[in-house]
Structure formats: structure tokens, C-alpha cells
């Protein structure tokens, strides 16, 4: 049967690169250390590391487990913190992932609403700019909740929470801003150097897939690595952008019209399959107090172009 210890030790290998230098950090001897991990080899029916490697790396077995292994060990952790704020009566904790962007322009009231009604559970919040990067944190027990858009291959619960309208941003007085209905076809700023995000990002894709399903590639005036500087950047008129609706904040100087065609992201709070109460009663605050539209069925591939 595998050991929470025969997990740890794997990963000490793996992070060290060397079997001495892991034997080392653990204070254990190295002969103790291989058979630890032959013992967990045996359990899961193969080789987990490449010995004849410098640094040693894992095998395609190894790198299989290794986000379940990284998940039970970060798990395992939280056991102890966990009963000493239960009998110390000081709650518990929960941990989030989310986009940046979500973080500044939906969270706050929603982290005010939680804790009016849990003062003594601490939040800590991790932004990511990548969706993917939400999934690792999931899967590798870094994370209660993620929150953010579709993320493939996803096998957990997940829970809508609404339908994000992105608009482009203009400056005060650009001509572009006043096409009849607020809407803008987004063919007509081919030319235009946009203020986008650095490439890599979930928001920079979202640009990108939306200028191609108009029949452009955008040119970049301005790339940032803060998506709160994105609307502030294009209303000082170094170009357009493209961004969430709920980013923006009140009394924004910026000009908005709504692209065409539109563009809309789901947004999903994920969990593990079987979410415990406290879990589940986060999801459920957040669904209520998040600003952002119910929108269109996200199911609908006409209906949303965001990723």
C-alpha cells in the first residue's frame, strides 16, 4: 500500500534532481531512501525515475502521477493547520484561484459577503493568468474553488456563475466610438494597433480569437502584463482594447461600444466532485454576489465567442 511518506520522498527526488542531495533534506540515509521509493515503483507497477538521468528526471509513468502524488501531499499538509484552528475555534480556511481579471472586477464584493458571515475563516486568493494554470492549481490541492472560464478536460463539479460581455474600450471623441447603436463591427479596427495583454494570457487569446473570427490578425500598440491597466491604456488613446465588462470601474473615462460580432465568456466556480459545506456555501455566495450577467446558455456555441 502506497505512503504518504513514499509520496513525499518522490517528490524530494524529483525537486533535488539527485538521490543524495533528496537523501540530504529528508535526514534520511540514501539506501533508505531508494527503498522508498522501489516500494512505491512496485505499487504502481513501473519505473518512476530515470536513474541513469543528471539531474534525474521522471519517467512517462512518474509524470502521470506526479499531479495526483503533488495533490495528496499538498492535502496532507492542510490536515494539521486545519484541526488547530478547528479546536482553536478560529475556523477554517479556503483557498482560491482565479484570473487576475476576475479577481479585480468580480471578488471584492464577494469576499466582503463572505466574510460579514465568516469573520474568523481567512481566504487566501492566488490570480493566474492562464486558465490552465487554474486547473494545476485544482488538481494539484492548491486550490478549494477556481474560478475563471471553460477549462478542458475538467472531470469535477462546476458551477455557473455568469456570462462575461466583453466591450472595446476607446478614448473620448475617437470617430470609431460613434456607430449607430453602441456597436461597433470590430473589421472596422483592422488598422489599429491595440493595448492588449502579453501573449500566453486567457484575455490575450480571447483578443486574438476574436479579431480572427472578424478577418484580422491585431497589431500591438501596447502589451501589459496588468489587465487593469488594459482599459485605462486604450481610454488615453494609445489604441484600442478588448476587454471583460466587469473590469472596468465606476466613473471609467473611457469610451465603450459592444464588438460585433459579440464576444462572451462563460465564467464557472470549479471544485472536486463532492465539494464539503464549506465549499459549497462559497460557490453559492459568489453566484449571488458576482457582477456580472447571467447571459446567453454557454452551451450554445453561437452564443459565445470568448474562451
Known amino acids: ?50 536513474r541513469e538521468a543528471r539531474p534525474l528526471r521522471l519517467t512517462a509513468l512518474g509524470q502521470a502521477i506526479q499531479p495526483h502524488v503533488r495533490a495528496a501531499v499538498a492535502e496532507a499538509d492542510r490536515i494539521r493547520p486545519a484541526a488547530a484552528r478547528a479546536v482553536s475555534g478560529l475556523g477554517s480556511e479556503l483557498q482560491l484561484a ?7 472586477g468580480l471578488l471584492p464584493p464577494v469576499l466582503r459577503a463572505w466574510h460579514e458571515s465568516h469573520p474568523a475563516m481567512e481566504v487566501r486568493l492566488t ?16 486550490a478549494d474553488i477556481a474560478i475563471g472560464p471553460v477549462l478542458d478536460g475538467w472531470h469535477g463539479a462546476r458551477r455557473l456563475i455568469g456570462v462575461a ?3 472595446v474600450v476607446l478614448p473620448p471623441g475617437d470617430t470609431a466610438a460613434a456607430h449607430p447603436a453602441g456597436v ?19 484575455l490575450s487569446a480571447v483578443l486574438d480569437d476574436a479579431c480572427a473570427a472578424a478577418g484580422f490578425t491585431p497589431k500591438s500598440a501596447v502589451q501589459t502584463e496588468q489587465s487593469a ?7 488615453s488613446g494609445l489604441g484600442p ?15 465603450t ?19 464539503g459545506p464549506v465549499v459549497a456555501g462559497f460557490v453559492e455566495v459568489l453566484v449571488r454576489h458576482a457582477r456580472v450577467a447571467r447571459g446567453p446558455d454557454p452551451d450554445d456555441p453561437g452564443a459565445v465567442s470568448g474562451r
Open 241 to 255: 482594447a478588448l476587454v471583460p465588462a466587469y473590469l472596468l470601474p465606476p466613473h471609467f473615462t473611457g469610451h
Open 184 to 202: 461597433l463591427p470590430l473589421a472596422e479596427l483592422a488598422d489599429r494597433a491595440w493595448v492588449r495583454l502579453a501573449p500566453g494570457s486567457t
Open 98 to 104: 482565479a484570473l487576475d481579471s476576475v479577481s479585480l
Open 127 to 142: 490570480e493566474h493568468r492562464r486558465a490552465e494554470d487554474l486547473a494545476a492549481a485544482l488538481g494539484e490541492g492548491r
Open 229 to 235: 491597466a488594459t482599459p485605462w491604456l486604450a481610454a
Open 1 to 50: 500500500m502506497v505512503t504518504l511518506r513514499q509520496l513525499q520522498y518522490m517528490l524530494a527526488i524529483v525537486e533535488e534532481g539527485s538521490f543524495t542531495r533528496a537523501a540530504q533534506r529528508l535526514h534520511i540515509s540514501q539506501p533508505a531512501l531508494s527503498r522508498q521509493l522501489q516500494a512505491l515503483e512496485r505499487f504502481c507497477g513501473g519505473s518512476l525515475v530515470e
Open 257 to 275: 461600444v459592444l464588438p460585433d460580432p459579440p464576444v462572451r465568456q462563460p465564467l464557472f466556480a470549479y471544485t472536486s466532485a463532492a465539494p
Open 165 to 167: 460581455e466583453f466591450v
